[in-house]
């Protein structure tokens, strides 16, 4: 239907008529974005669990809880993996059971010393697939000088499970005169990333329903004690440490931010993306600082050691891409805000649930 | 993958910049028609580096936007069925139906995934052949061609427990549609790149002559939507109304031959209506009469659903490029990504979800910390 130009035909459009959805009720059930490490998940945990455990709100947002015990200060620390694959470029779900524990104890300043682990296996999953990941396990564990120490073993029925799913828990020790936790960020501070963000993120995905990127892009899966270690050594004044895991920078980001009622302004130029995981991201209508990482770090730095600190991370192997991307302010306490690659502002925002793959 | 990083220069950017400041005389409005050119604007903050005189206006071109409310549902009903595999693109699973979404239901037991492909939504159906496999097809003519194949496919191969719930819509009738309002204040298009890359740009010269609008064909790199807009501006200022191809790296002025003719097999043009719009005759697709059996509206007889919308949000008026986001009452309070009213927050490529998410700094404090 073409009028004498061969436009199509105009439509009547009726002010009226313009119509929009009804609110979105929140779930009374269980949504994937209350596992997403976002603004969901912040809520759960703060409304739900910390109100009905009482004492563990007393604990923090940190990584780990820090407790004295016996006049030794202790880290200790859980954490569960249900990745989807277990095996996937770069690593398995077993390196990350060990690494991820290593990661929230090194991220309080602990000296990581022992874990321990459960396994929830699925009935009929095949025995060389549970090896292949407790040798991953002990492998890691190795690399990482911890010791798994105790563990348990449950199996659901067929059909209950993802084939595996890991927990382990950490204990680690923190030195005299450390401490580093979200709260102590303040303006002025320098905030350092340890390497190039997104990989571990991309690397599932790109092993998820046959995508392929043309480059394959492995896990960045790593223990970060040892880089923690390097930095410390510097004598740096280091006031908050964070592994951007789940939610990736921008949720941490947003985290320390309203933890410590502080701004953070990023230059997103700084920001280290690889070119495989930036086009991946654009392949996908995704964004890298919203992309999770399995390796790397946060530093929030006092800004008169920060390039001590800096150059400390860049002689260390897990930080040799390390930069400086952006600093603490005073302005927009609880926001964190990036100067674009062409000079505009943009606010990162805590990411609502699950990131999701565009539609085009 | 080559092209992005070329597109994004700071420098090149700075100088398109110079000439668009340098060629601008007076006022101008642009509309962006797609929401990926919307999401590249906000988020490398292009609309804070132009100059004051052009105002970009969003457009309507949000697949998950202007997905009408009644299809939504209707998804959300058939995704609920036992039996039902329910497939779609992620971002589909936010958009809130009447009462809840796809999330929702799958936390209540669908069986709901999401897939990169609508072919394997396919691989799926051949998988599991006691199940019924649902794609939730919706889209501009950029994802259709993709819809038309997987199609096509399951009628080649007699898979019969595959259907398409089909919500596709098009471009050019909306451009129509849009000049047509008598509050319209665009003067100028930037067109979707992706879409002309299947259309070509055969559909444009009308309208850029009855309208007397010039029509830039733009991409979605910062680069492209600065030399779109670069383009429309020297038209504007010389009184010209033409069609340009400012991204001959993907569009070629006959499109993409193979997928228009698979279009052509699959499906056939229908009124449609778009979500905070309304209905536009002539403005989307429907399965073709060779492919009905195939239409998941006809094989689970969802017609009989009530719809309730918001009274409150003015997302229809966003998406003409009426208002501006956070000139919505509900904007940032009651209306959030978190917690949408209107379809433009629910998609990261809304105009509502582009400015929440990225230029809450630049508006009004007691809409930015609502």
């Keep these: 239907m073409l009028d004498e130009t061969g436009s199509p035909a105009p439509a009547r459009v009726d002010m009226g008529s313009w119509v929009c959805p009804m609110p979105l009720r929140d779930s009374p059930n269980i949504v994937m974005g209350h596992g997403g490490g976002g603004a969901m998940s912040g809520e759960l945990i703060e409304h739900l669990f910390l109100p009905a455990f009482g004492s563990a709100a007393e604990a923090g947002f940190g990584d780990s809880a820090v407790v004295s015990l016996g006049g030794a200060r202790l880290a200790f620390t859980t954490d569960s993996f249900v990745v989807k694959p277990m095996e996937f470029p770069g690593g398995s779900i077993g390196e990350l059971a060990v690494n991820g524990t290593v990661n929230d104890l090194a991220m309080s300043g602990a000296r990581p010393m022992v874990l321990s682990t459960a396994f929830i296996l699925e009935e009929g999953t095949a025995l060389a697939d549970i090896a292949r990941i407790a040798a991953a396990m002990g492998t890691a564990a190795l690399g990482a000088e911890v010791k798994l ?14 084939g595996v799913y890991v927990n382990t828990a950490g204990i680690g020790l923190i030195d005299d005169g450390v401490d580093i936790r979200p709260q102590r960020a303040r303006p ?11 990989l571990h993120g991309v690397a599932v995905l790109s092993c998820r329903e046959g995508l392929e990127f043309g480059t394959t892009v492995c896990s960045d899966t790593a223990p970060l004690h040892g880089l923690v270690a390097a930095m410390l050594a510097t004598g740096a004044d280091v006031h908050v440490l964070r592994d951007p895991t789940r939610g990736g920078v921008a949720a941490t980001l947003n985290e320390i931010a309203g933890v410590a009622k502080v701004g953070v302004s990023l230059d997103e130029r700084k920001i280290p993306v690889s070119s495989q995981v930036r086009d991946a991201c654009g392949l996908l209508g995704l964004d890298p600082l919203y992309v999770a990482n399995e390796g790397k770090l946060i530093a929030f730095v006092a800004p008169e050691d920060a390039d001590r600190v800096l150059a400390a991370m860049r002689e260390h192997p897990l930080g040799g891409r390390a930069e400086a991307i952006g600093v603490c302010v005073d302005e927009h306490p609880g926001m964190v805000v990036a100067r674009t690659a062409l000079g505009g502002n943009r606010v990162v925002d805590l990411p609502a649930g699950e990131q999701l793959p565009r539609i085009c | 993958m080559k092209y992005l990083d070329e597109f994004s220069d700071p420098q090149l950017a700075k100088g398109l910049l110079d000439r668009i400041r340098g060629a601008t005389s007076r006022r101008w409005s642009i509309m962006e028609v797609c929401g990926g050119q919307t999401h590249s604007i906000i988020r490398h903050g292009i609309d804070q580096l132009l100059p004051d005189q052009i105002e970009m206006i969003h457009g309507p071109g949000c697949p998950v936007c202007v997905t009408p409310l009644e299809v939504i549902d209707k998804a959300l009903e058939i995704a609920a069925r036992p039996g039902v595999i329910f497939c779609s693109f992620g971002d589909m699973l936010r958009v809130p139906g009447s009462n809840k979404d796809l999330f929702r239901v799958k936390s209540e037991g669908g069986d709901v995934r999401v897939v990169y492909s609508p072919l394997d939504a396919l691989e799926l159906a051949r998988a599991n052949p006691d199940r019924q496999v649902v794609f939730f097809g919706i889209g501009f003519e950029t994802t259709a061609p993709a819809n038309a194949m997987t199609v096509y496919q399951a009628k080649r191969l007699g898979v019969r427990n595959f259907s398409l719930l089909v919500s596709h819509v098009l471009v050019p009738p909306a451009i129509a549609a849009i000049m047509e309002s008598p509050d319209c204040r665009v003067q100028g298009f930037l067109a979707a790149g992706h879409v002309c890359t299947v259309m070509g740009t055969g559909e444009y010269p009308p309208l850029a002559e009855k309208y007397r609008v010039p029509v830039v064909v733009t991409g979605f790199e910062p680069l492209d939507i600065l030399e779109g807009i670069r383009r429309t501006v020297m038209q504007l200022e010389a009184g010209r109304h033409e069609v340009e191809n400012a991204y001959p790296r993907a569009v070629a002025a006959a499109g993409n031959p193979a997928a228009k003719a698979m279009l052509e097999d699959v499906f056939e043009v229908t009124d449609r209506a778009w979500r905070g719009i309304g209905v536009i005759p002539r403005s989307g697709w429907r399965l073709s009469e060779r492919y009905r059996d195939y239409d998941a509206e006809q094989r689970f007889s969802v017609d009989e659903l009530h719809t309730e919308e ?4 003015r997302s229809g008026e966003v998406l003409q490029g009426l208002i501006k986001p956070h000139e919505c009452a509900a904007f940032g309070k009651q209306c959030t990504p978190r917690n949408p009213l209107g379809a433009t927050m629910v998609s990261s490529e809304g105009a ?4 929440y998410l990225y230029r809450r700094l630049d508006l009004p404090a007691e809409v930015a910390h609502a």
């Excluded at chain 1, 002025?188 to 997104?198: F, K």
């Excluded at chain 2, 918001?310 to 949000?313: E, H, L």
């Design chain 1, 149 to 162: 120490v105790t563990g348990d073993t449950k199996v659901v029925d067929a059909g209950h499970g993802d």
């Design chain 1, 188 to 198: 002025g501070d320098v905030v350092l990333v340890s390497g190039e963000i997104g």
């Design chain 2, 310 to 313: 918001s009274s409150i949000c």
């Design chain 2, 352 to 355: 509502c979800a582009a400015y």
